[in-house]
Structures are given as structure tokens and as C-alpha cells.
């Protein structure tokens, strides 16, 4: 248990229920993770920051079986595919993975394979990105701040998967115009995520029914850990502390309180398997409160704790 701590700083298929493992990112060995920067707002800034010492650690809460099966690094890859064009008006969605020694590199352009609806200004044009993950990620003893722009993880189908913010700092949900139904909008780099949407007149990612019965596959973050849904299963542990901030800097506006949701900071858990996972929720931080796992990134670092 921790003492609340204030931190500033969506498979294609029923095959991909229950299917879970360990993967993504940029460790300290100097693999390389190519991000992408949204400049909404103006800020193009990587780096959030972060302060004091955090012990929260990762938590067994809930059930007795896991969801969480680990896939080895050919598993892995063959997670990341598109169901095809839906968008006459949008180029052809592309991803691909492929495996060499340990590591899974997946390139995409970043094309909605759903019917897209735009509430952003512009249509998604393709955006080439390669995201380079280990087939299996370090626990972290410090946790790494996710960055206030850009990836911190990739969706099995090849979007991007930002944080909680937009720049410079308010939160996705205070944007004027907010996303179409499927947790994303347009932007500067192309269409990417900021939560779990599964409701609204475009069919998405998943939908209600998909994810209602137990945790899917979304994708992987920059750490190597697997991101799974939980919107329908868990509950954030942060709350909404200050309402003013709420637009400007949500990351303020919001504080961690160990607990008092299903997941730990960084909108974790570990199952009775002993495997770590990030799952979404309904409320901030929405997908990644921090970094569990190593990873190397142009934001600062705070002090974590080994699993509990």
C-alpha cells in the first residue's frame, strides 16, 4: 500500500480473447523506439514531468485466473493485423510484424481499419511509424512518466496509442470538438487513440459485446507489457481532485490514490499467474497512468517498488 501520491508529470477476432503477454518498447540496451508527435495545441514537447518517490508496486487483485498468457516473440508478431480497408476516401490501413532475436519490429501507417468519422479538422493520411518491442519486458525500478504527446504503445491493428493528454497538458476529454466513438481522432500525425471507445455509429476496434465478457488484446506498450481492455472489469485508482486544472494540466487536476480502484498506478495489475498487465478504464489516466517496465524515453523517472 501506498501513501497517495500527486503525479504532475482498444482481436480482430474471438481468437485473440484471452490473449495476453509481455511486450513492447525501448529498453536501456539502446533499442530504438520511433515515436510520434501530436502537436495539437502547439506543443510538441516528449517529456512530461514527474515528481517525488512513488512505492506503489504491482498488485494481485480480483479473480484466480488469468488472462494473461504469454506468447512467444512469432505469437507475438502474428497479433498485428488489420481487418482491411473500410474508408474508399483514405488509404489502405497497413501493419506488419516480423521477429529477429528476441525483439518484434511492427510497422504501420496508421490508417483506421474501421469506418472512420471525423470530428477533427482533415482526413487521416498515412503515417509511417516502426515500433521495436522486446518479446519480453524488464520490471522497472523506477517508474517512467508517460510522455503529455506522443505513442506510449501500439494497437493490434497499427494505431498509435497516446497518453491522457493533449498539449500541452489538459485532458483529451476537455477538447473542444472530443473524438469519434472509437477513442481517438486526427491529428498532425494521423489518427491515433487516447482510450477505449467500443460504443457509438462506427463499428470499432471492439465492440461492447467483445470486451463485456472479459478482458482482449489492445495492444502493447513502449515497455514491453501488454495492454489489455478492462473498461468492463476495472477501475482506475485516480480520481479527480481539482476541476479547474482539468483543461490546462490534468495530470495535476488528478491524484493517485492506492486502493482505491482495481489498478496500480500506472493502470496496472498482476494476475494470479503472476503476469503483469495494463488494462483501460473508463476514467484517467484511460490506458497508462506511468511506465512499469523499463523503457527509455525523453521524460524524467520516478522511484517505483519491486512486485509485490
Same mark, same amino acid.
Given at each position: 500500500?501506498?501513501?497517495?501520491?500527486?503525479?504532475? &508529470?482498444?482481436?480482430?477476432?474471438?481468437?485473440?480473447?484471452?490473449?495476453?503477454?509481455?511486450?513492447?518498447?525501448?529498453?536501456?540496451?539502446?533499442?530504438?523506439?520511433?515515436?510520434?508527435? &501530436?502537436?495539437?495545441?502547439?506543443?510538441?514537447?516528449?517529456?512530461?514531468? @514527474?515528481?517525488?518517490?512513488?512505492? @506503489?508496486?504491482?498488485? $494481485?487483485?480480483?479473480?484466480?485466473?488469468?488472462?494473461?498468457?504469454?506468447?512467444?516473440?512469432?505469437?507475438?508478431?502474428?497479433? %498485428?493485423?488489420?481487418?482491411?480497408?473500410?474508408?474508399?476516401?483514405?488509404? &489502405? /490501413?497497413?501493419?506488419?510484424?516480423?521477429?529477429?532475436?528476441?525483439?518484434?519490429?511492427?510497422?504501420?501507417?496508421?490508417?483506421?481499419?474501421?469506418?472512420? +468519422?471525423?470530428?477533427?479538422?482533415?482526413?487521416?493520411?498515412?503515417?509511417?511509424?516502426?515500433? $521495436?518491442?522486446?518479446?519480453?519486458?524488464?520490471?522497472?525500478? !523506477?517508474?517512467?512518466? +508517460?510522455?503529455?504527446?506522443?505513442?506510449?504503445?501500439?494497437?493490434?491493428?497499427? +494505431? /498509435?496509442?497516446?497518453? /491522457?493528454?493533449?498539449?500541452?497538458?489538459?485532458?483529451?476529454?476537455?477538447?473542444?470538438?472530443?473524438?469519434?466513438?472509437?477513442?481517438?481522432?486526427?491529428?498532425?500525425?494521423?489518427?491515433?487513440?487516447?482510450?477505449?471507445? *467500443?460504443?457509438?455509429?462506427?463499428?470499432?476496434?471492439?465492440?461492447?459485446?467483445? *470486451?463485456?465478457?472479459?478482458?482482449?488484446?489492445?495492444?502493447?506498450?513502449?515497455?514491453?507489457?501488454?495492454?489489455?481492455?478492462?473498461?468492463?472489469?476495472?477501475?482506475?485508482?485516480?480520481?479527480?481532485?481539482? !476541476?479547474?486544472?482539468?483543461? $490546462?494540466?490534468?495530470?495535476?487536476?488528478?491524484?493517485?490514490?492506492?486502493?482505491?480502484?482495481?489498478?496500480?498506478?500506472?493502470?496496472?495489475?498482476?494476475?494470479?499467474?503472476?503476469?503483469?498487465?495494463?488494462?483501460?478504464?473508463?476514467? %484517467?489516466?484511460?490506458?497508462?497512468?506511468? %511506465?512499469?517496465?523499463?523503457?527509455?524515453?525523453?521524460?524524467?523517472?520516478?522511484?517505483?517498488?519491486?512486485?509485490?
Amino acid at each position: 500500500m501506498t501513501t497517495p501520491l500527486r503525479k504532475i &508529470d482498444w482481436a480482430t477476432s474471438a481468437s485473440l480473447v484471452l490473449m495476453l503477454t509481455l511486450l513492447s518498447a525501448c529498453s536501456s540496451d539502446g533499442i530504438e523506439v520511433t515515436t510520434d508527435g &501530436d502537436t495539437t495545441g502547439g506543443d510538441t514537447t516528449t517529456g512530461s514531468s @514527474t515528481t517525488g518517490s512513488s512505492t @506503489t508496486g504491482d498488485t $494481485t487483485i480480483g479473480d484466480t485466473t488469468s488472462s494473461n498468457i504469454a506468447l512467444n516473440c512469432e505469437e507475438i508478431a502474428a497479433q %498485428f493485423v488489420t481487418r482491411g480497408s473500410a474508408n474508399p476516401n483514405l488509404a &489502405d /490501413p497497413e501493419v506488419s510484424a516480423t521477429c529477429s532475436d528476441g525483439l518484434v519490429s511492427v510497422t504501420a501507417n496508421g490508417i483506421p481499419d474501421f469506418p472512420y +468519422i471525423a470530428t477533427s479538422p482533415g482526413d487521416p493520411a498515412p503515417n509511417i511509424v516502426t515500433y $521495436t518491442f522486446p518479446e519480453i519486458p524488464t520490471p522497472a525500478a !523506477e517508474f517512467t512518466a +508517460i510522455p503529455i504527446v506522443g505513442s506510449v504503445g501500439v494497437a493490434i491493428n497499427g +494505431i /498509435p496509442i497516446y497518453g /491522457p493528454t493533449e498539449g500541452p497538458g489538459g485532458d483529451v476529454l476537455s477538447r473542444p470538438g472530443g473524438f469519434n466513438e472509437c477513442g481517438g481522432h486526427n491529428g498532425p500525425t494521423g489518427y491515433h487513440y487516447h482510450l477505449l471507445g *467500443v460504443t457509438g455509429t462506427d463499428y470499432c476496434l471492439f465492440t461492447a459485446a467483445d *470486451v463485456t465478457p472479459a478482458p482482449i488484446l489492445f495492444g502493447y506498450a513502449l515497455d514491453g507489457y501488454p495492454i489489455y481492455t478492462g473498461n468492463t472489469q476495472y477501475t482506475s485508482s485516480w480520481f479527480l481532485e481539482d !476541476e479547474s486544472l482539468f483543461a $490546462t494540466d490534468t495530470w495535476s487536476a488528478h491524484t493517485y490514490s492506492a486502493g482505491s480502484g482495481d489498478l496500480d498506478e500506472c493502470n496496472g495489475r498482476t494476475d494470479a499467474n503472476g503476469n503483469y498487465a495494463y488494462y483501460t478504464t473508463d476514467t %484517467f489516466p484511460y490506458v497508462l497512468g506511468c %511506465f512499469r517496465g523499463v523503457v527509455e524515453l525523453a521524460t524524467n523517472v520516478r522511484s517505483g517498488a519491486t512486485a509485490q
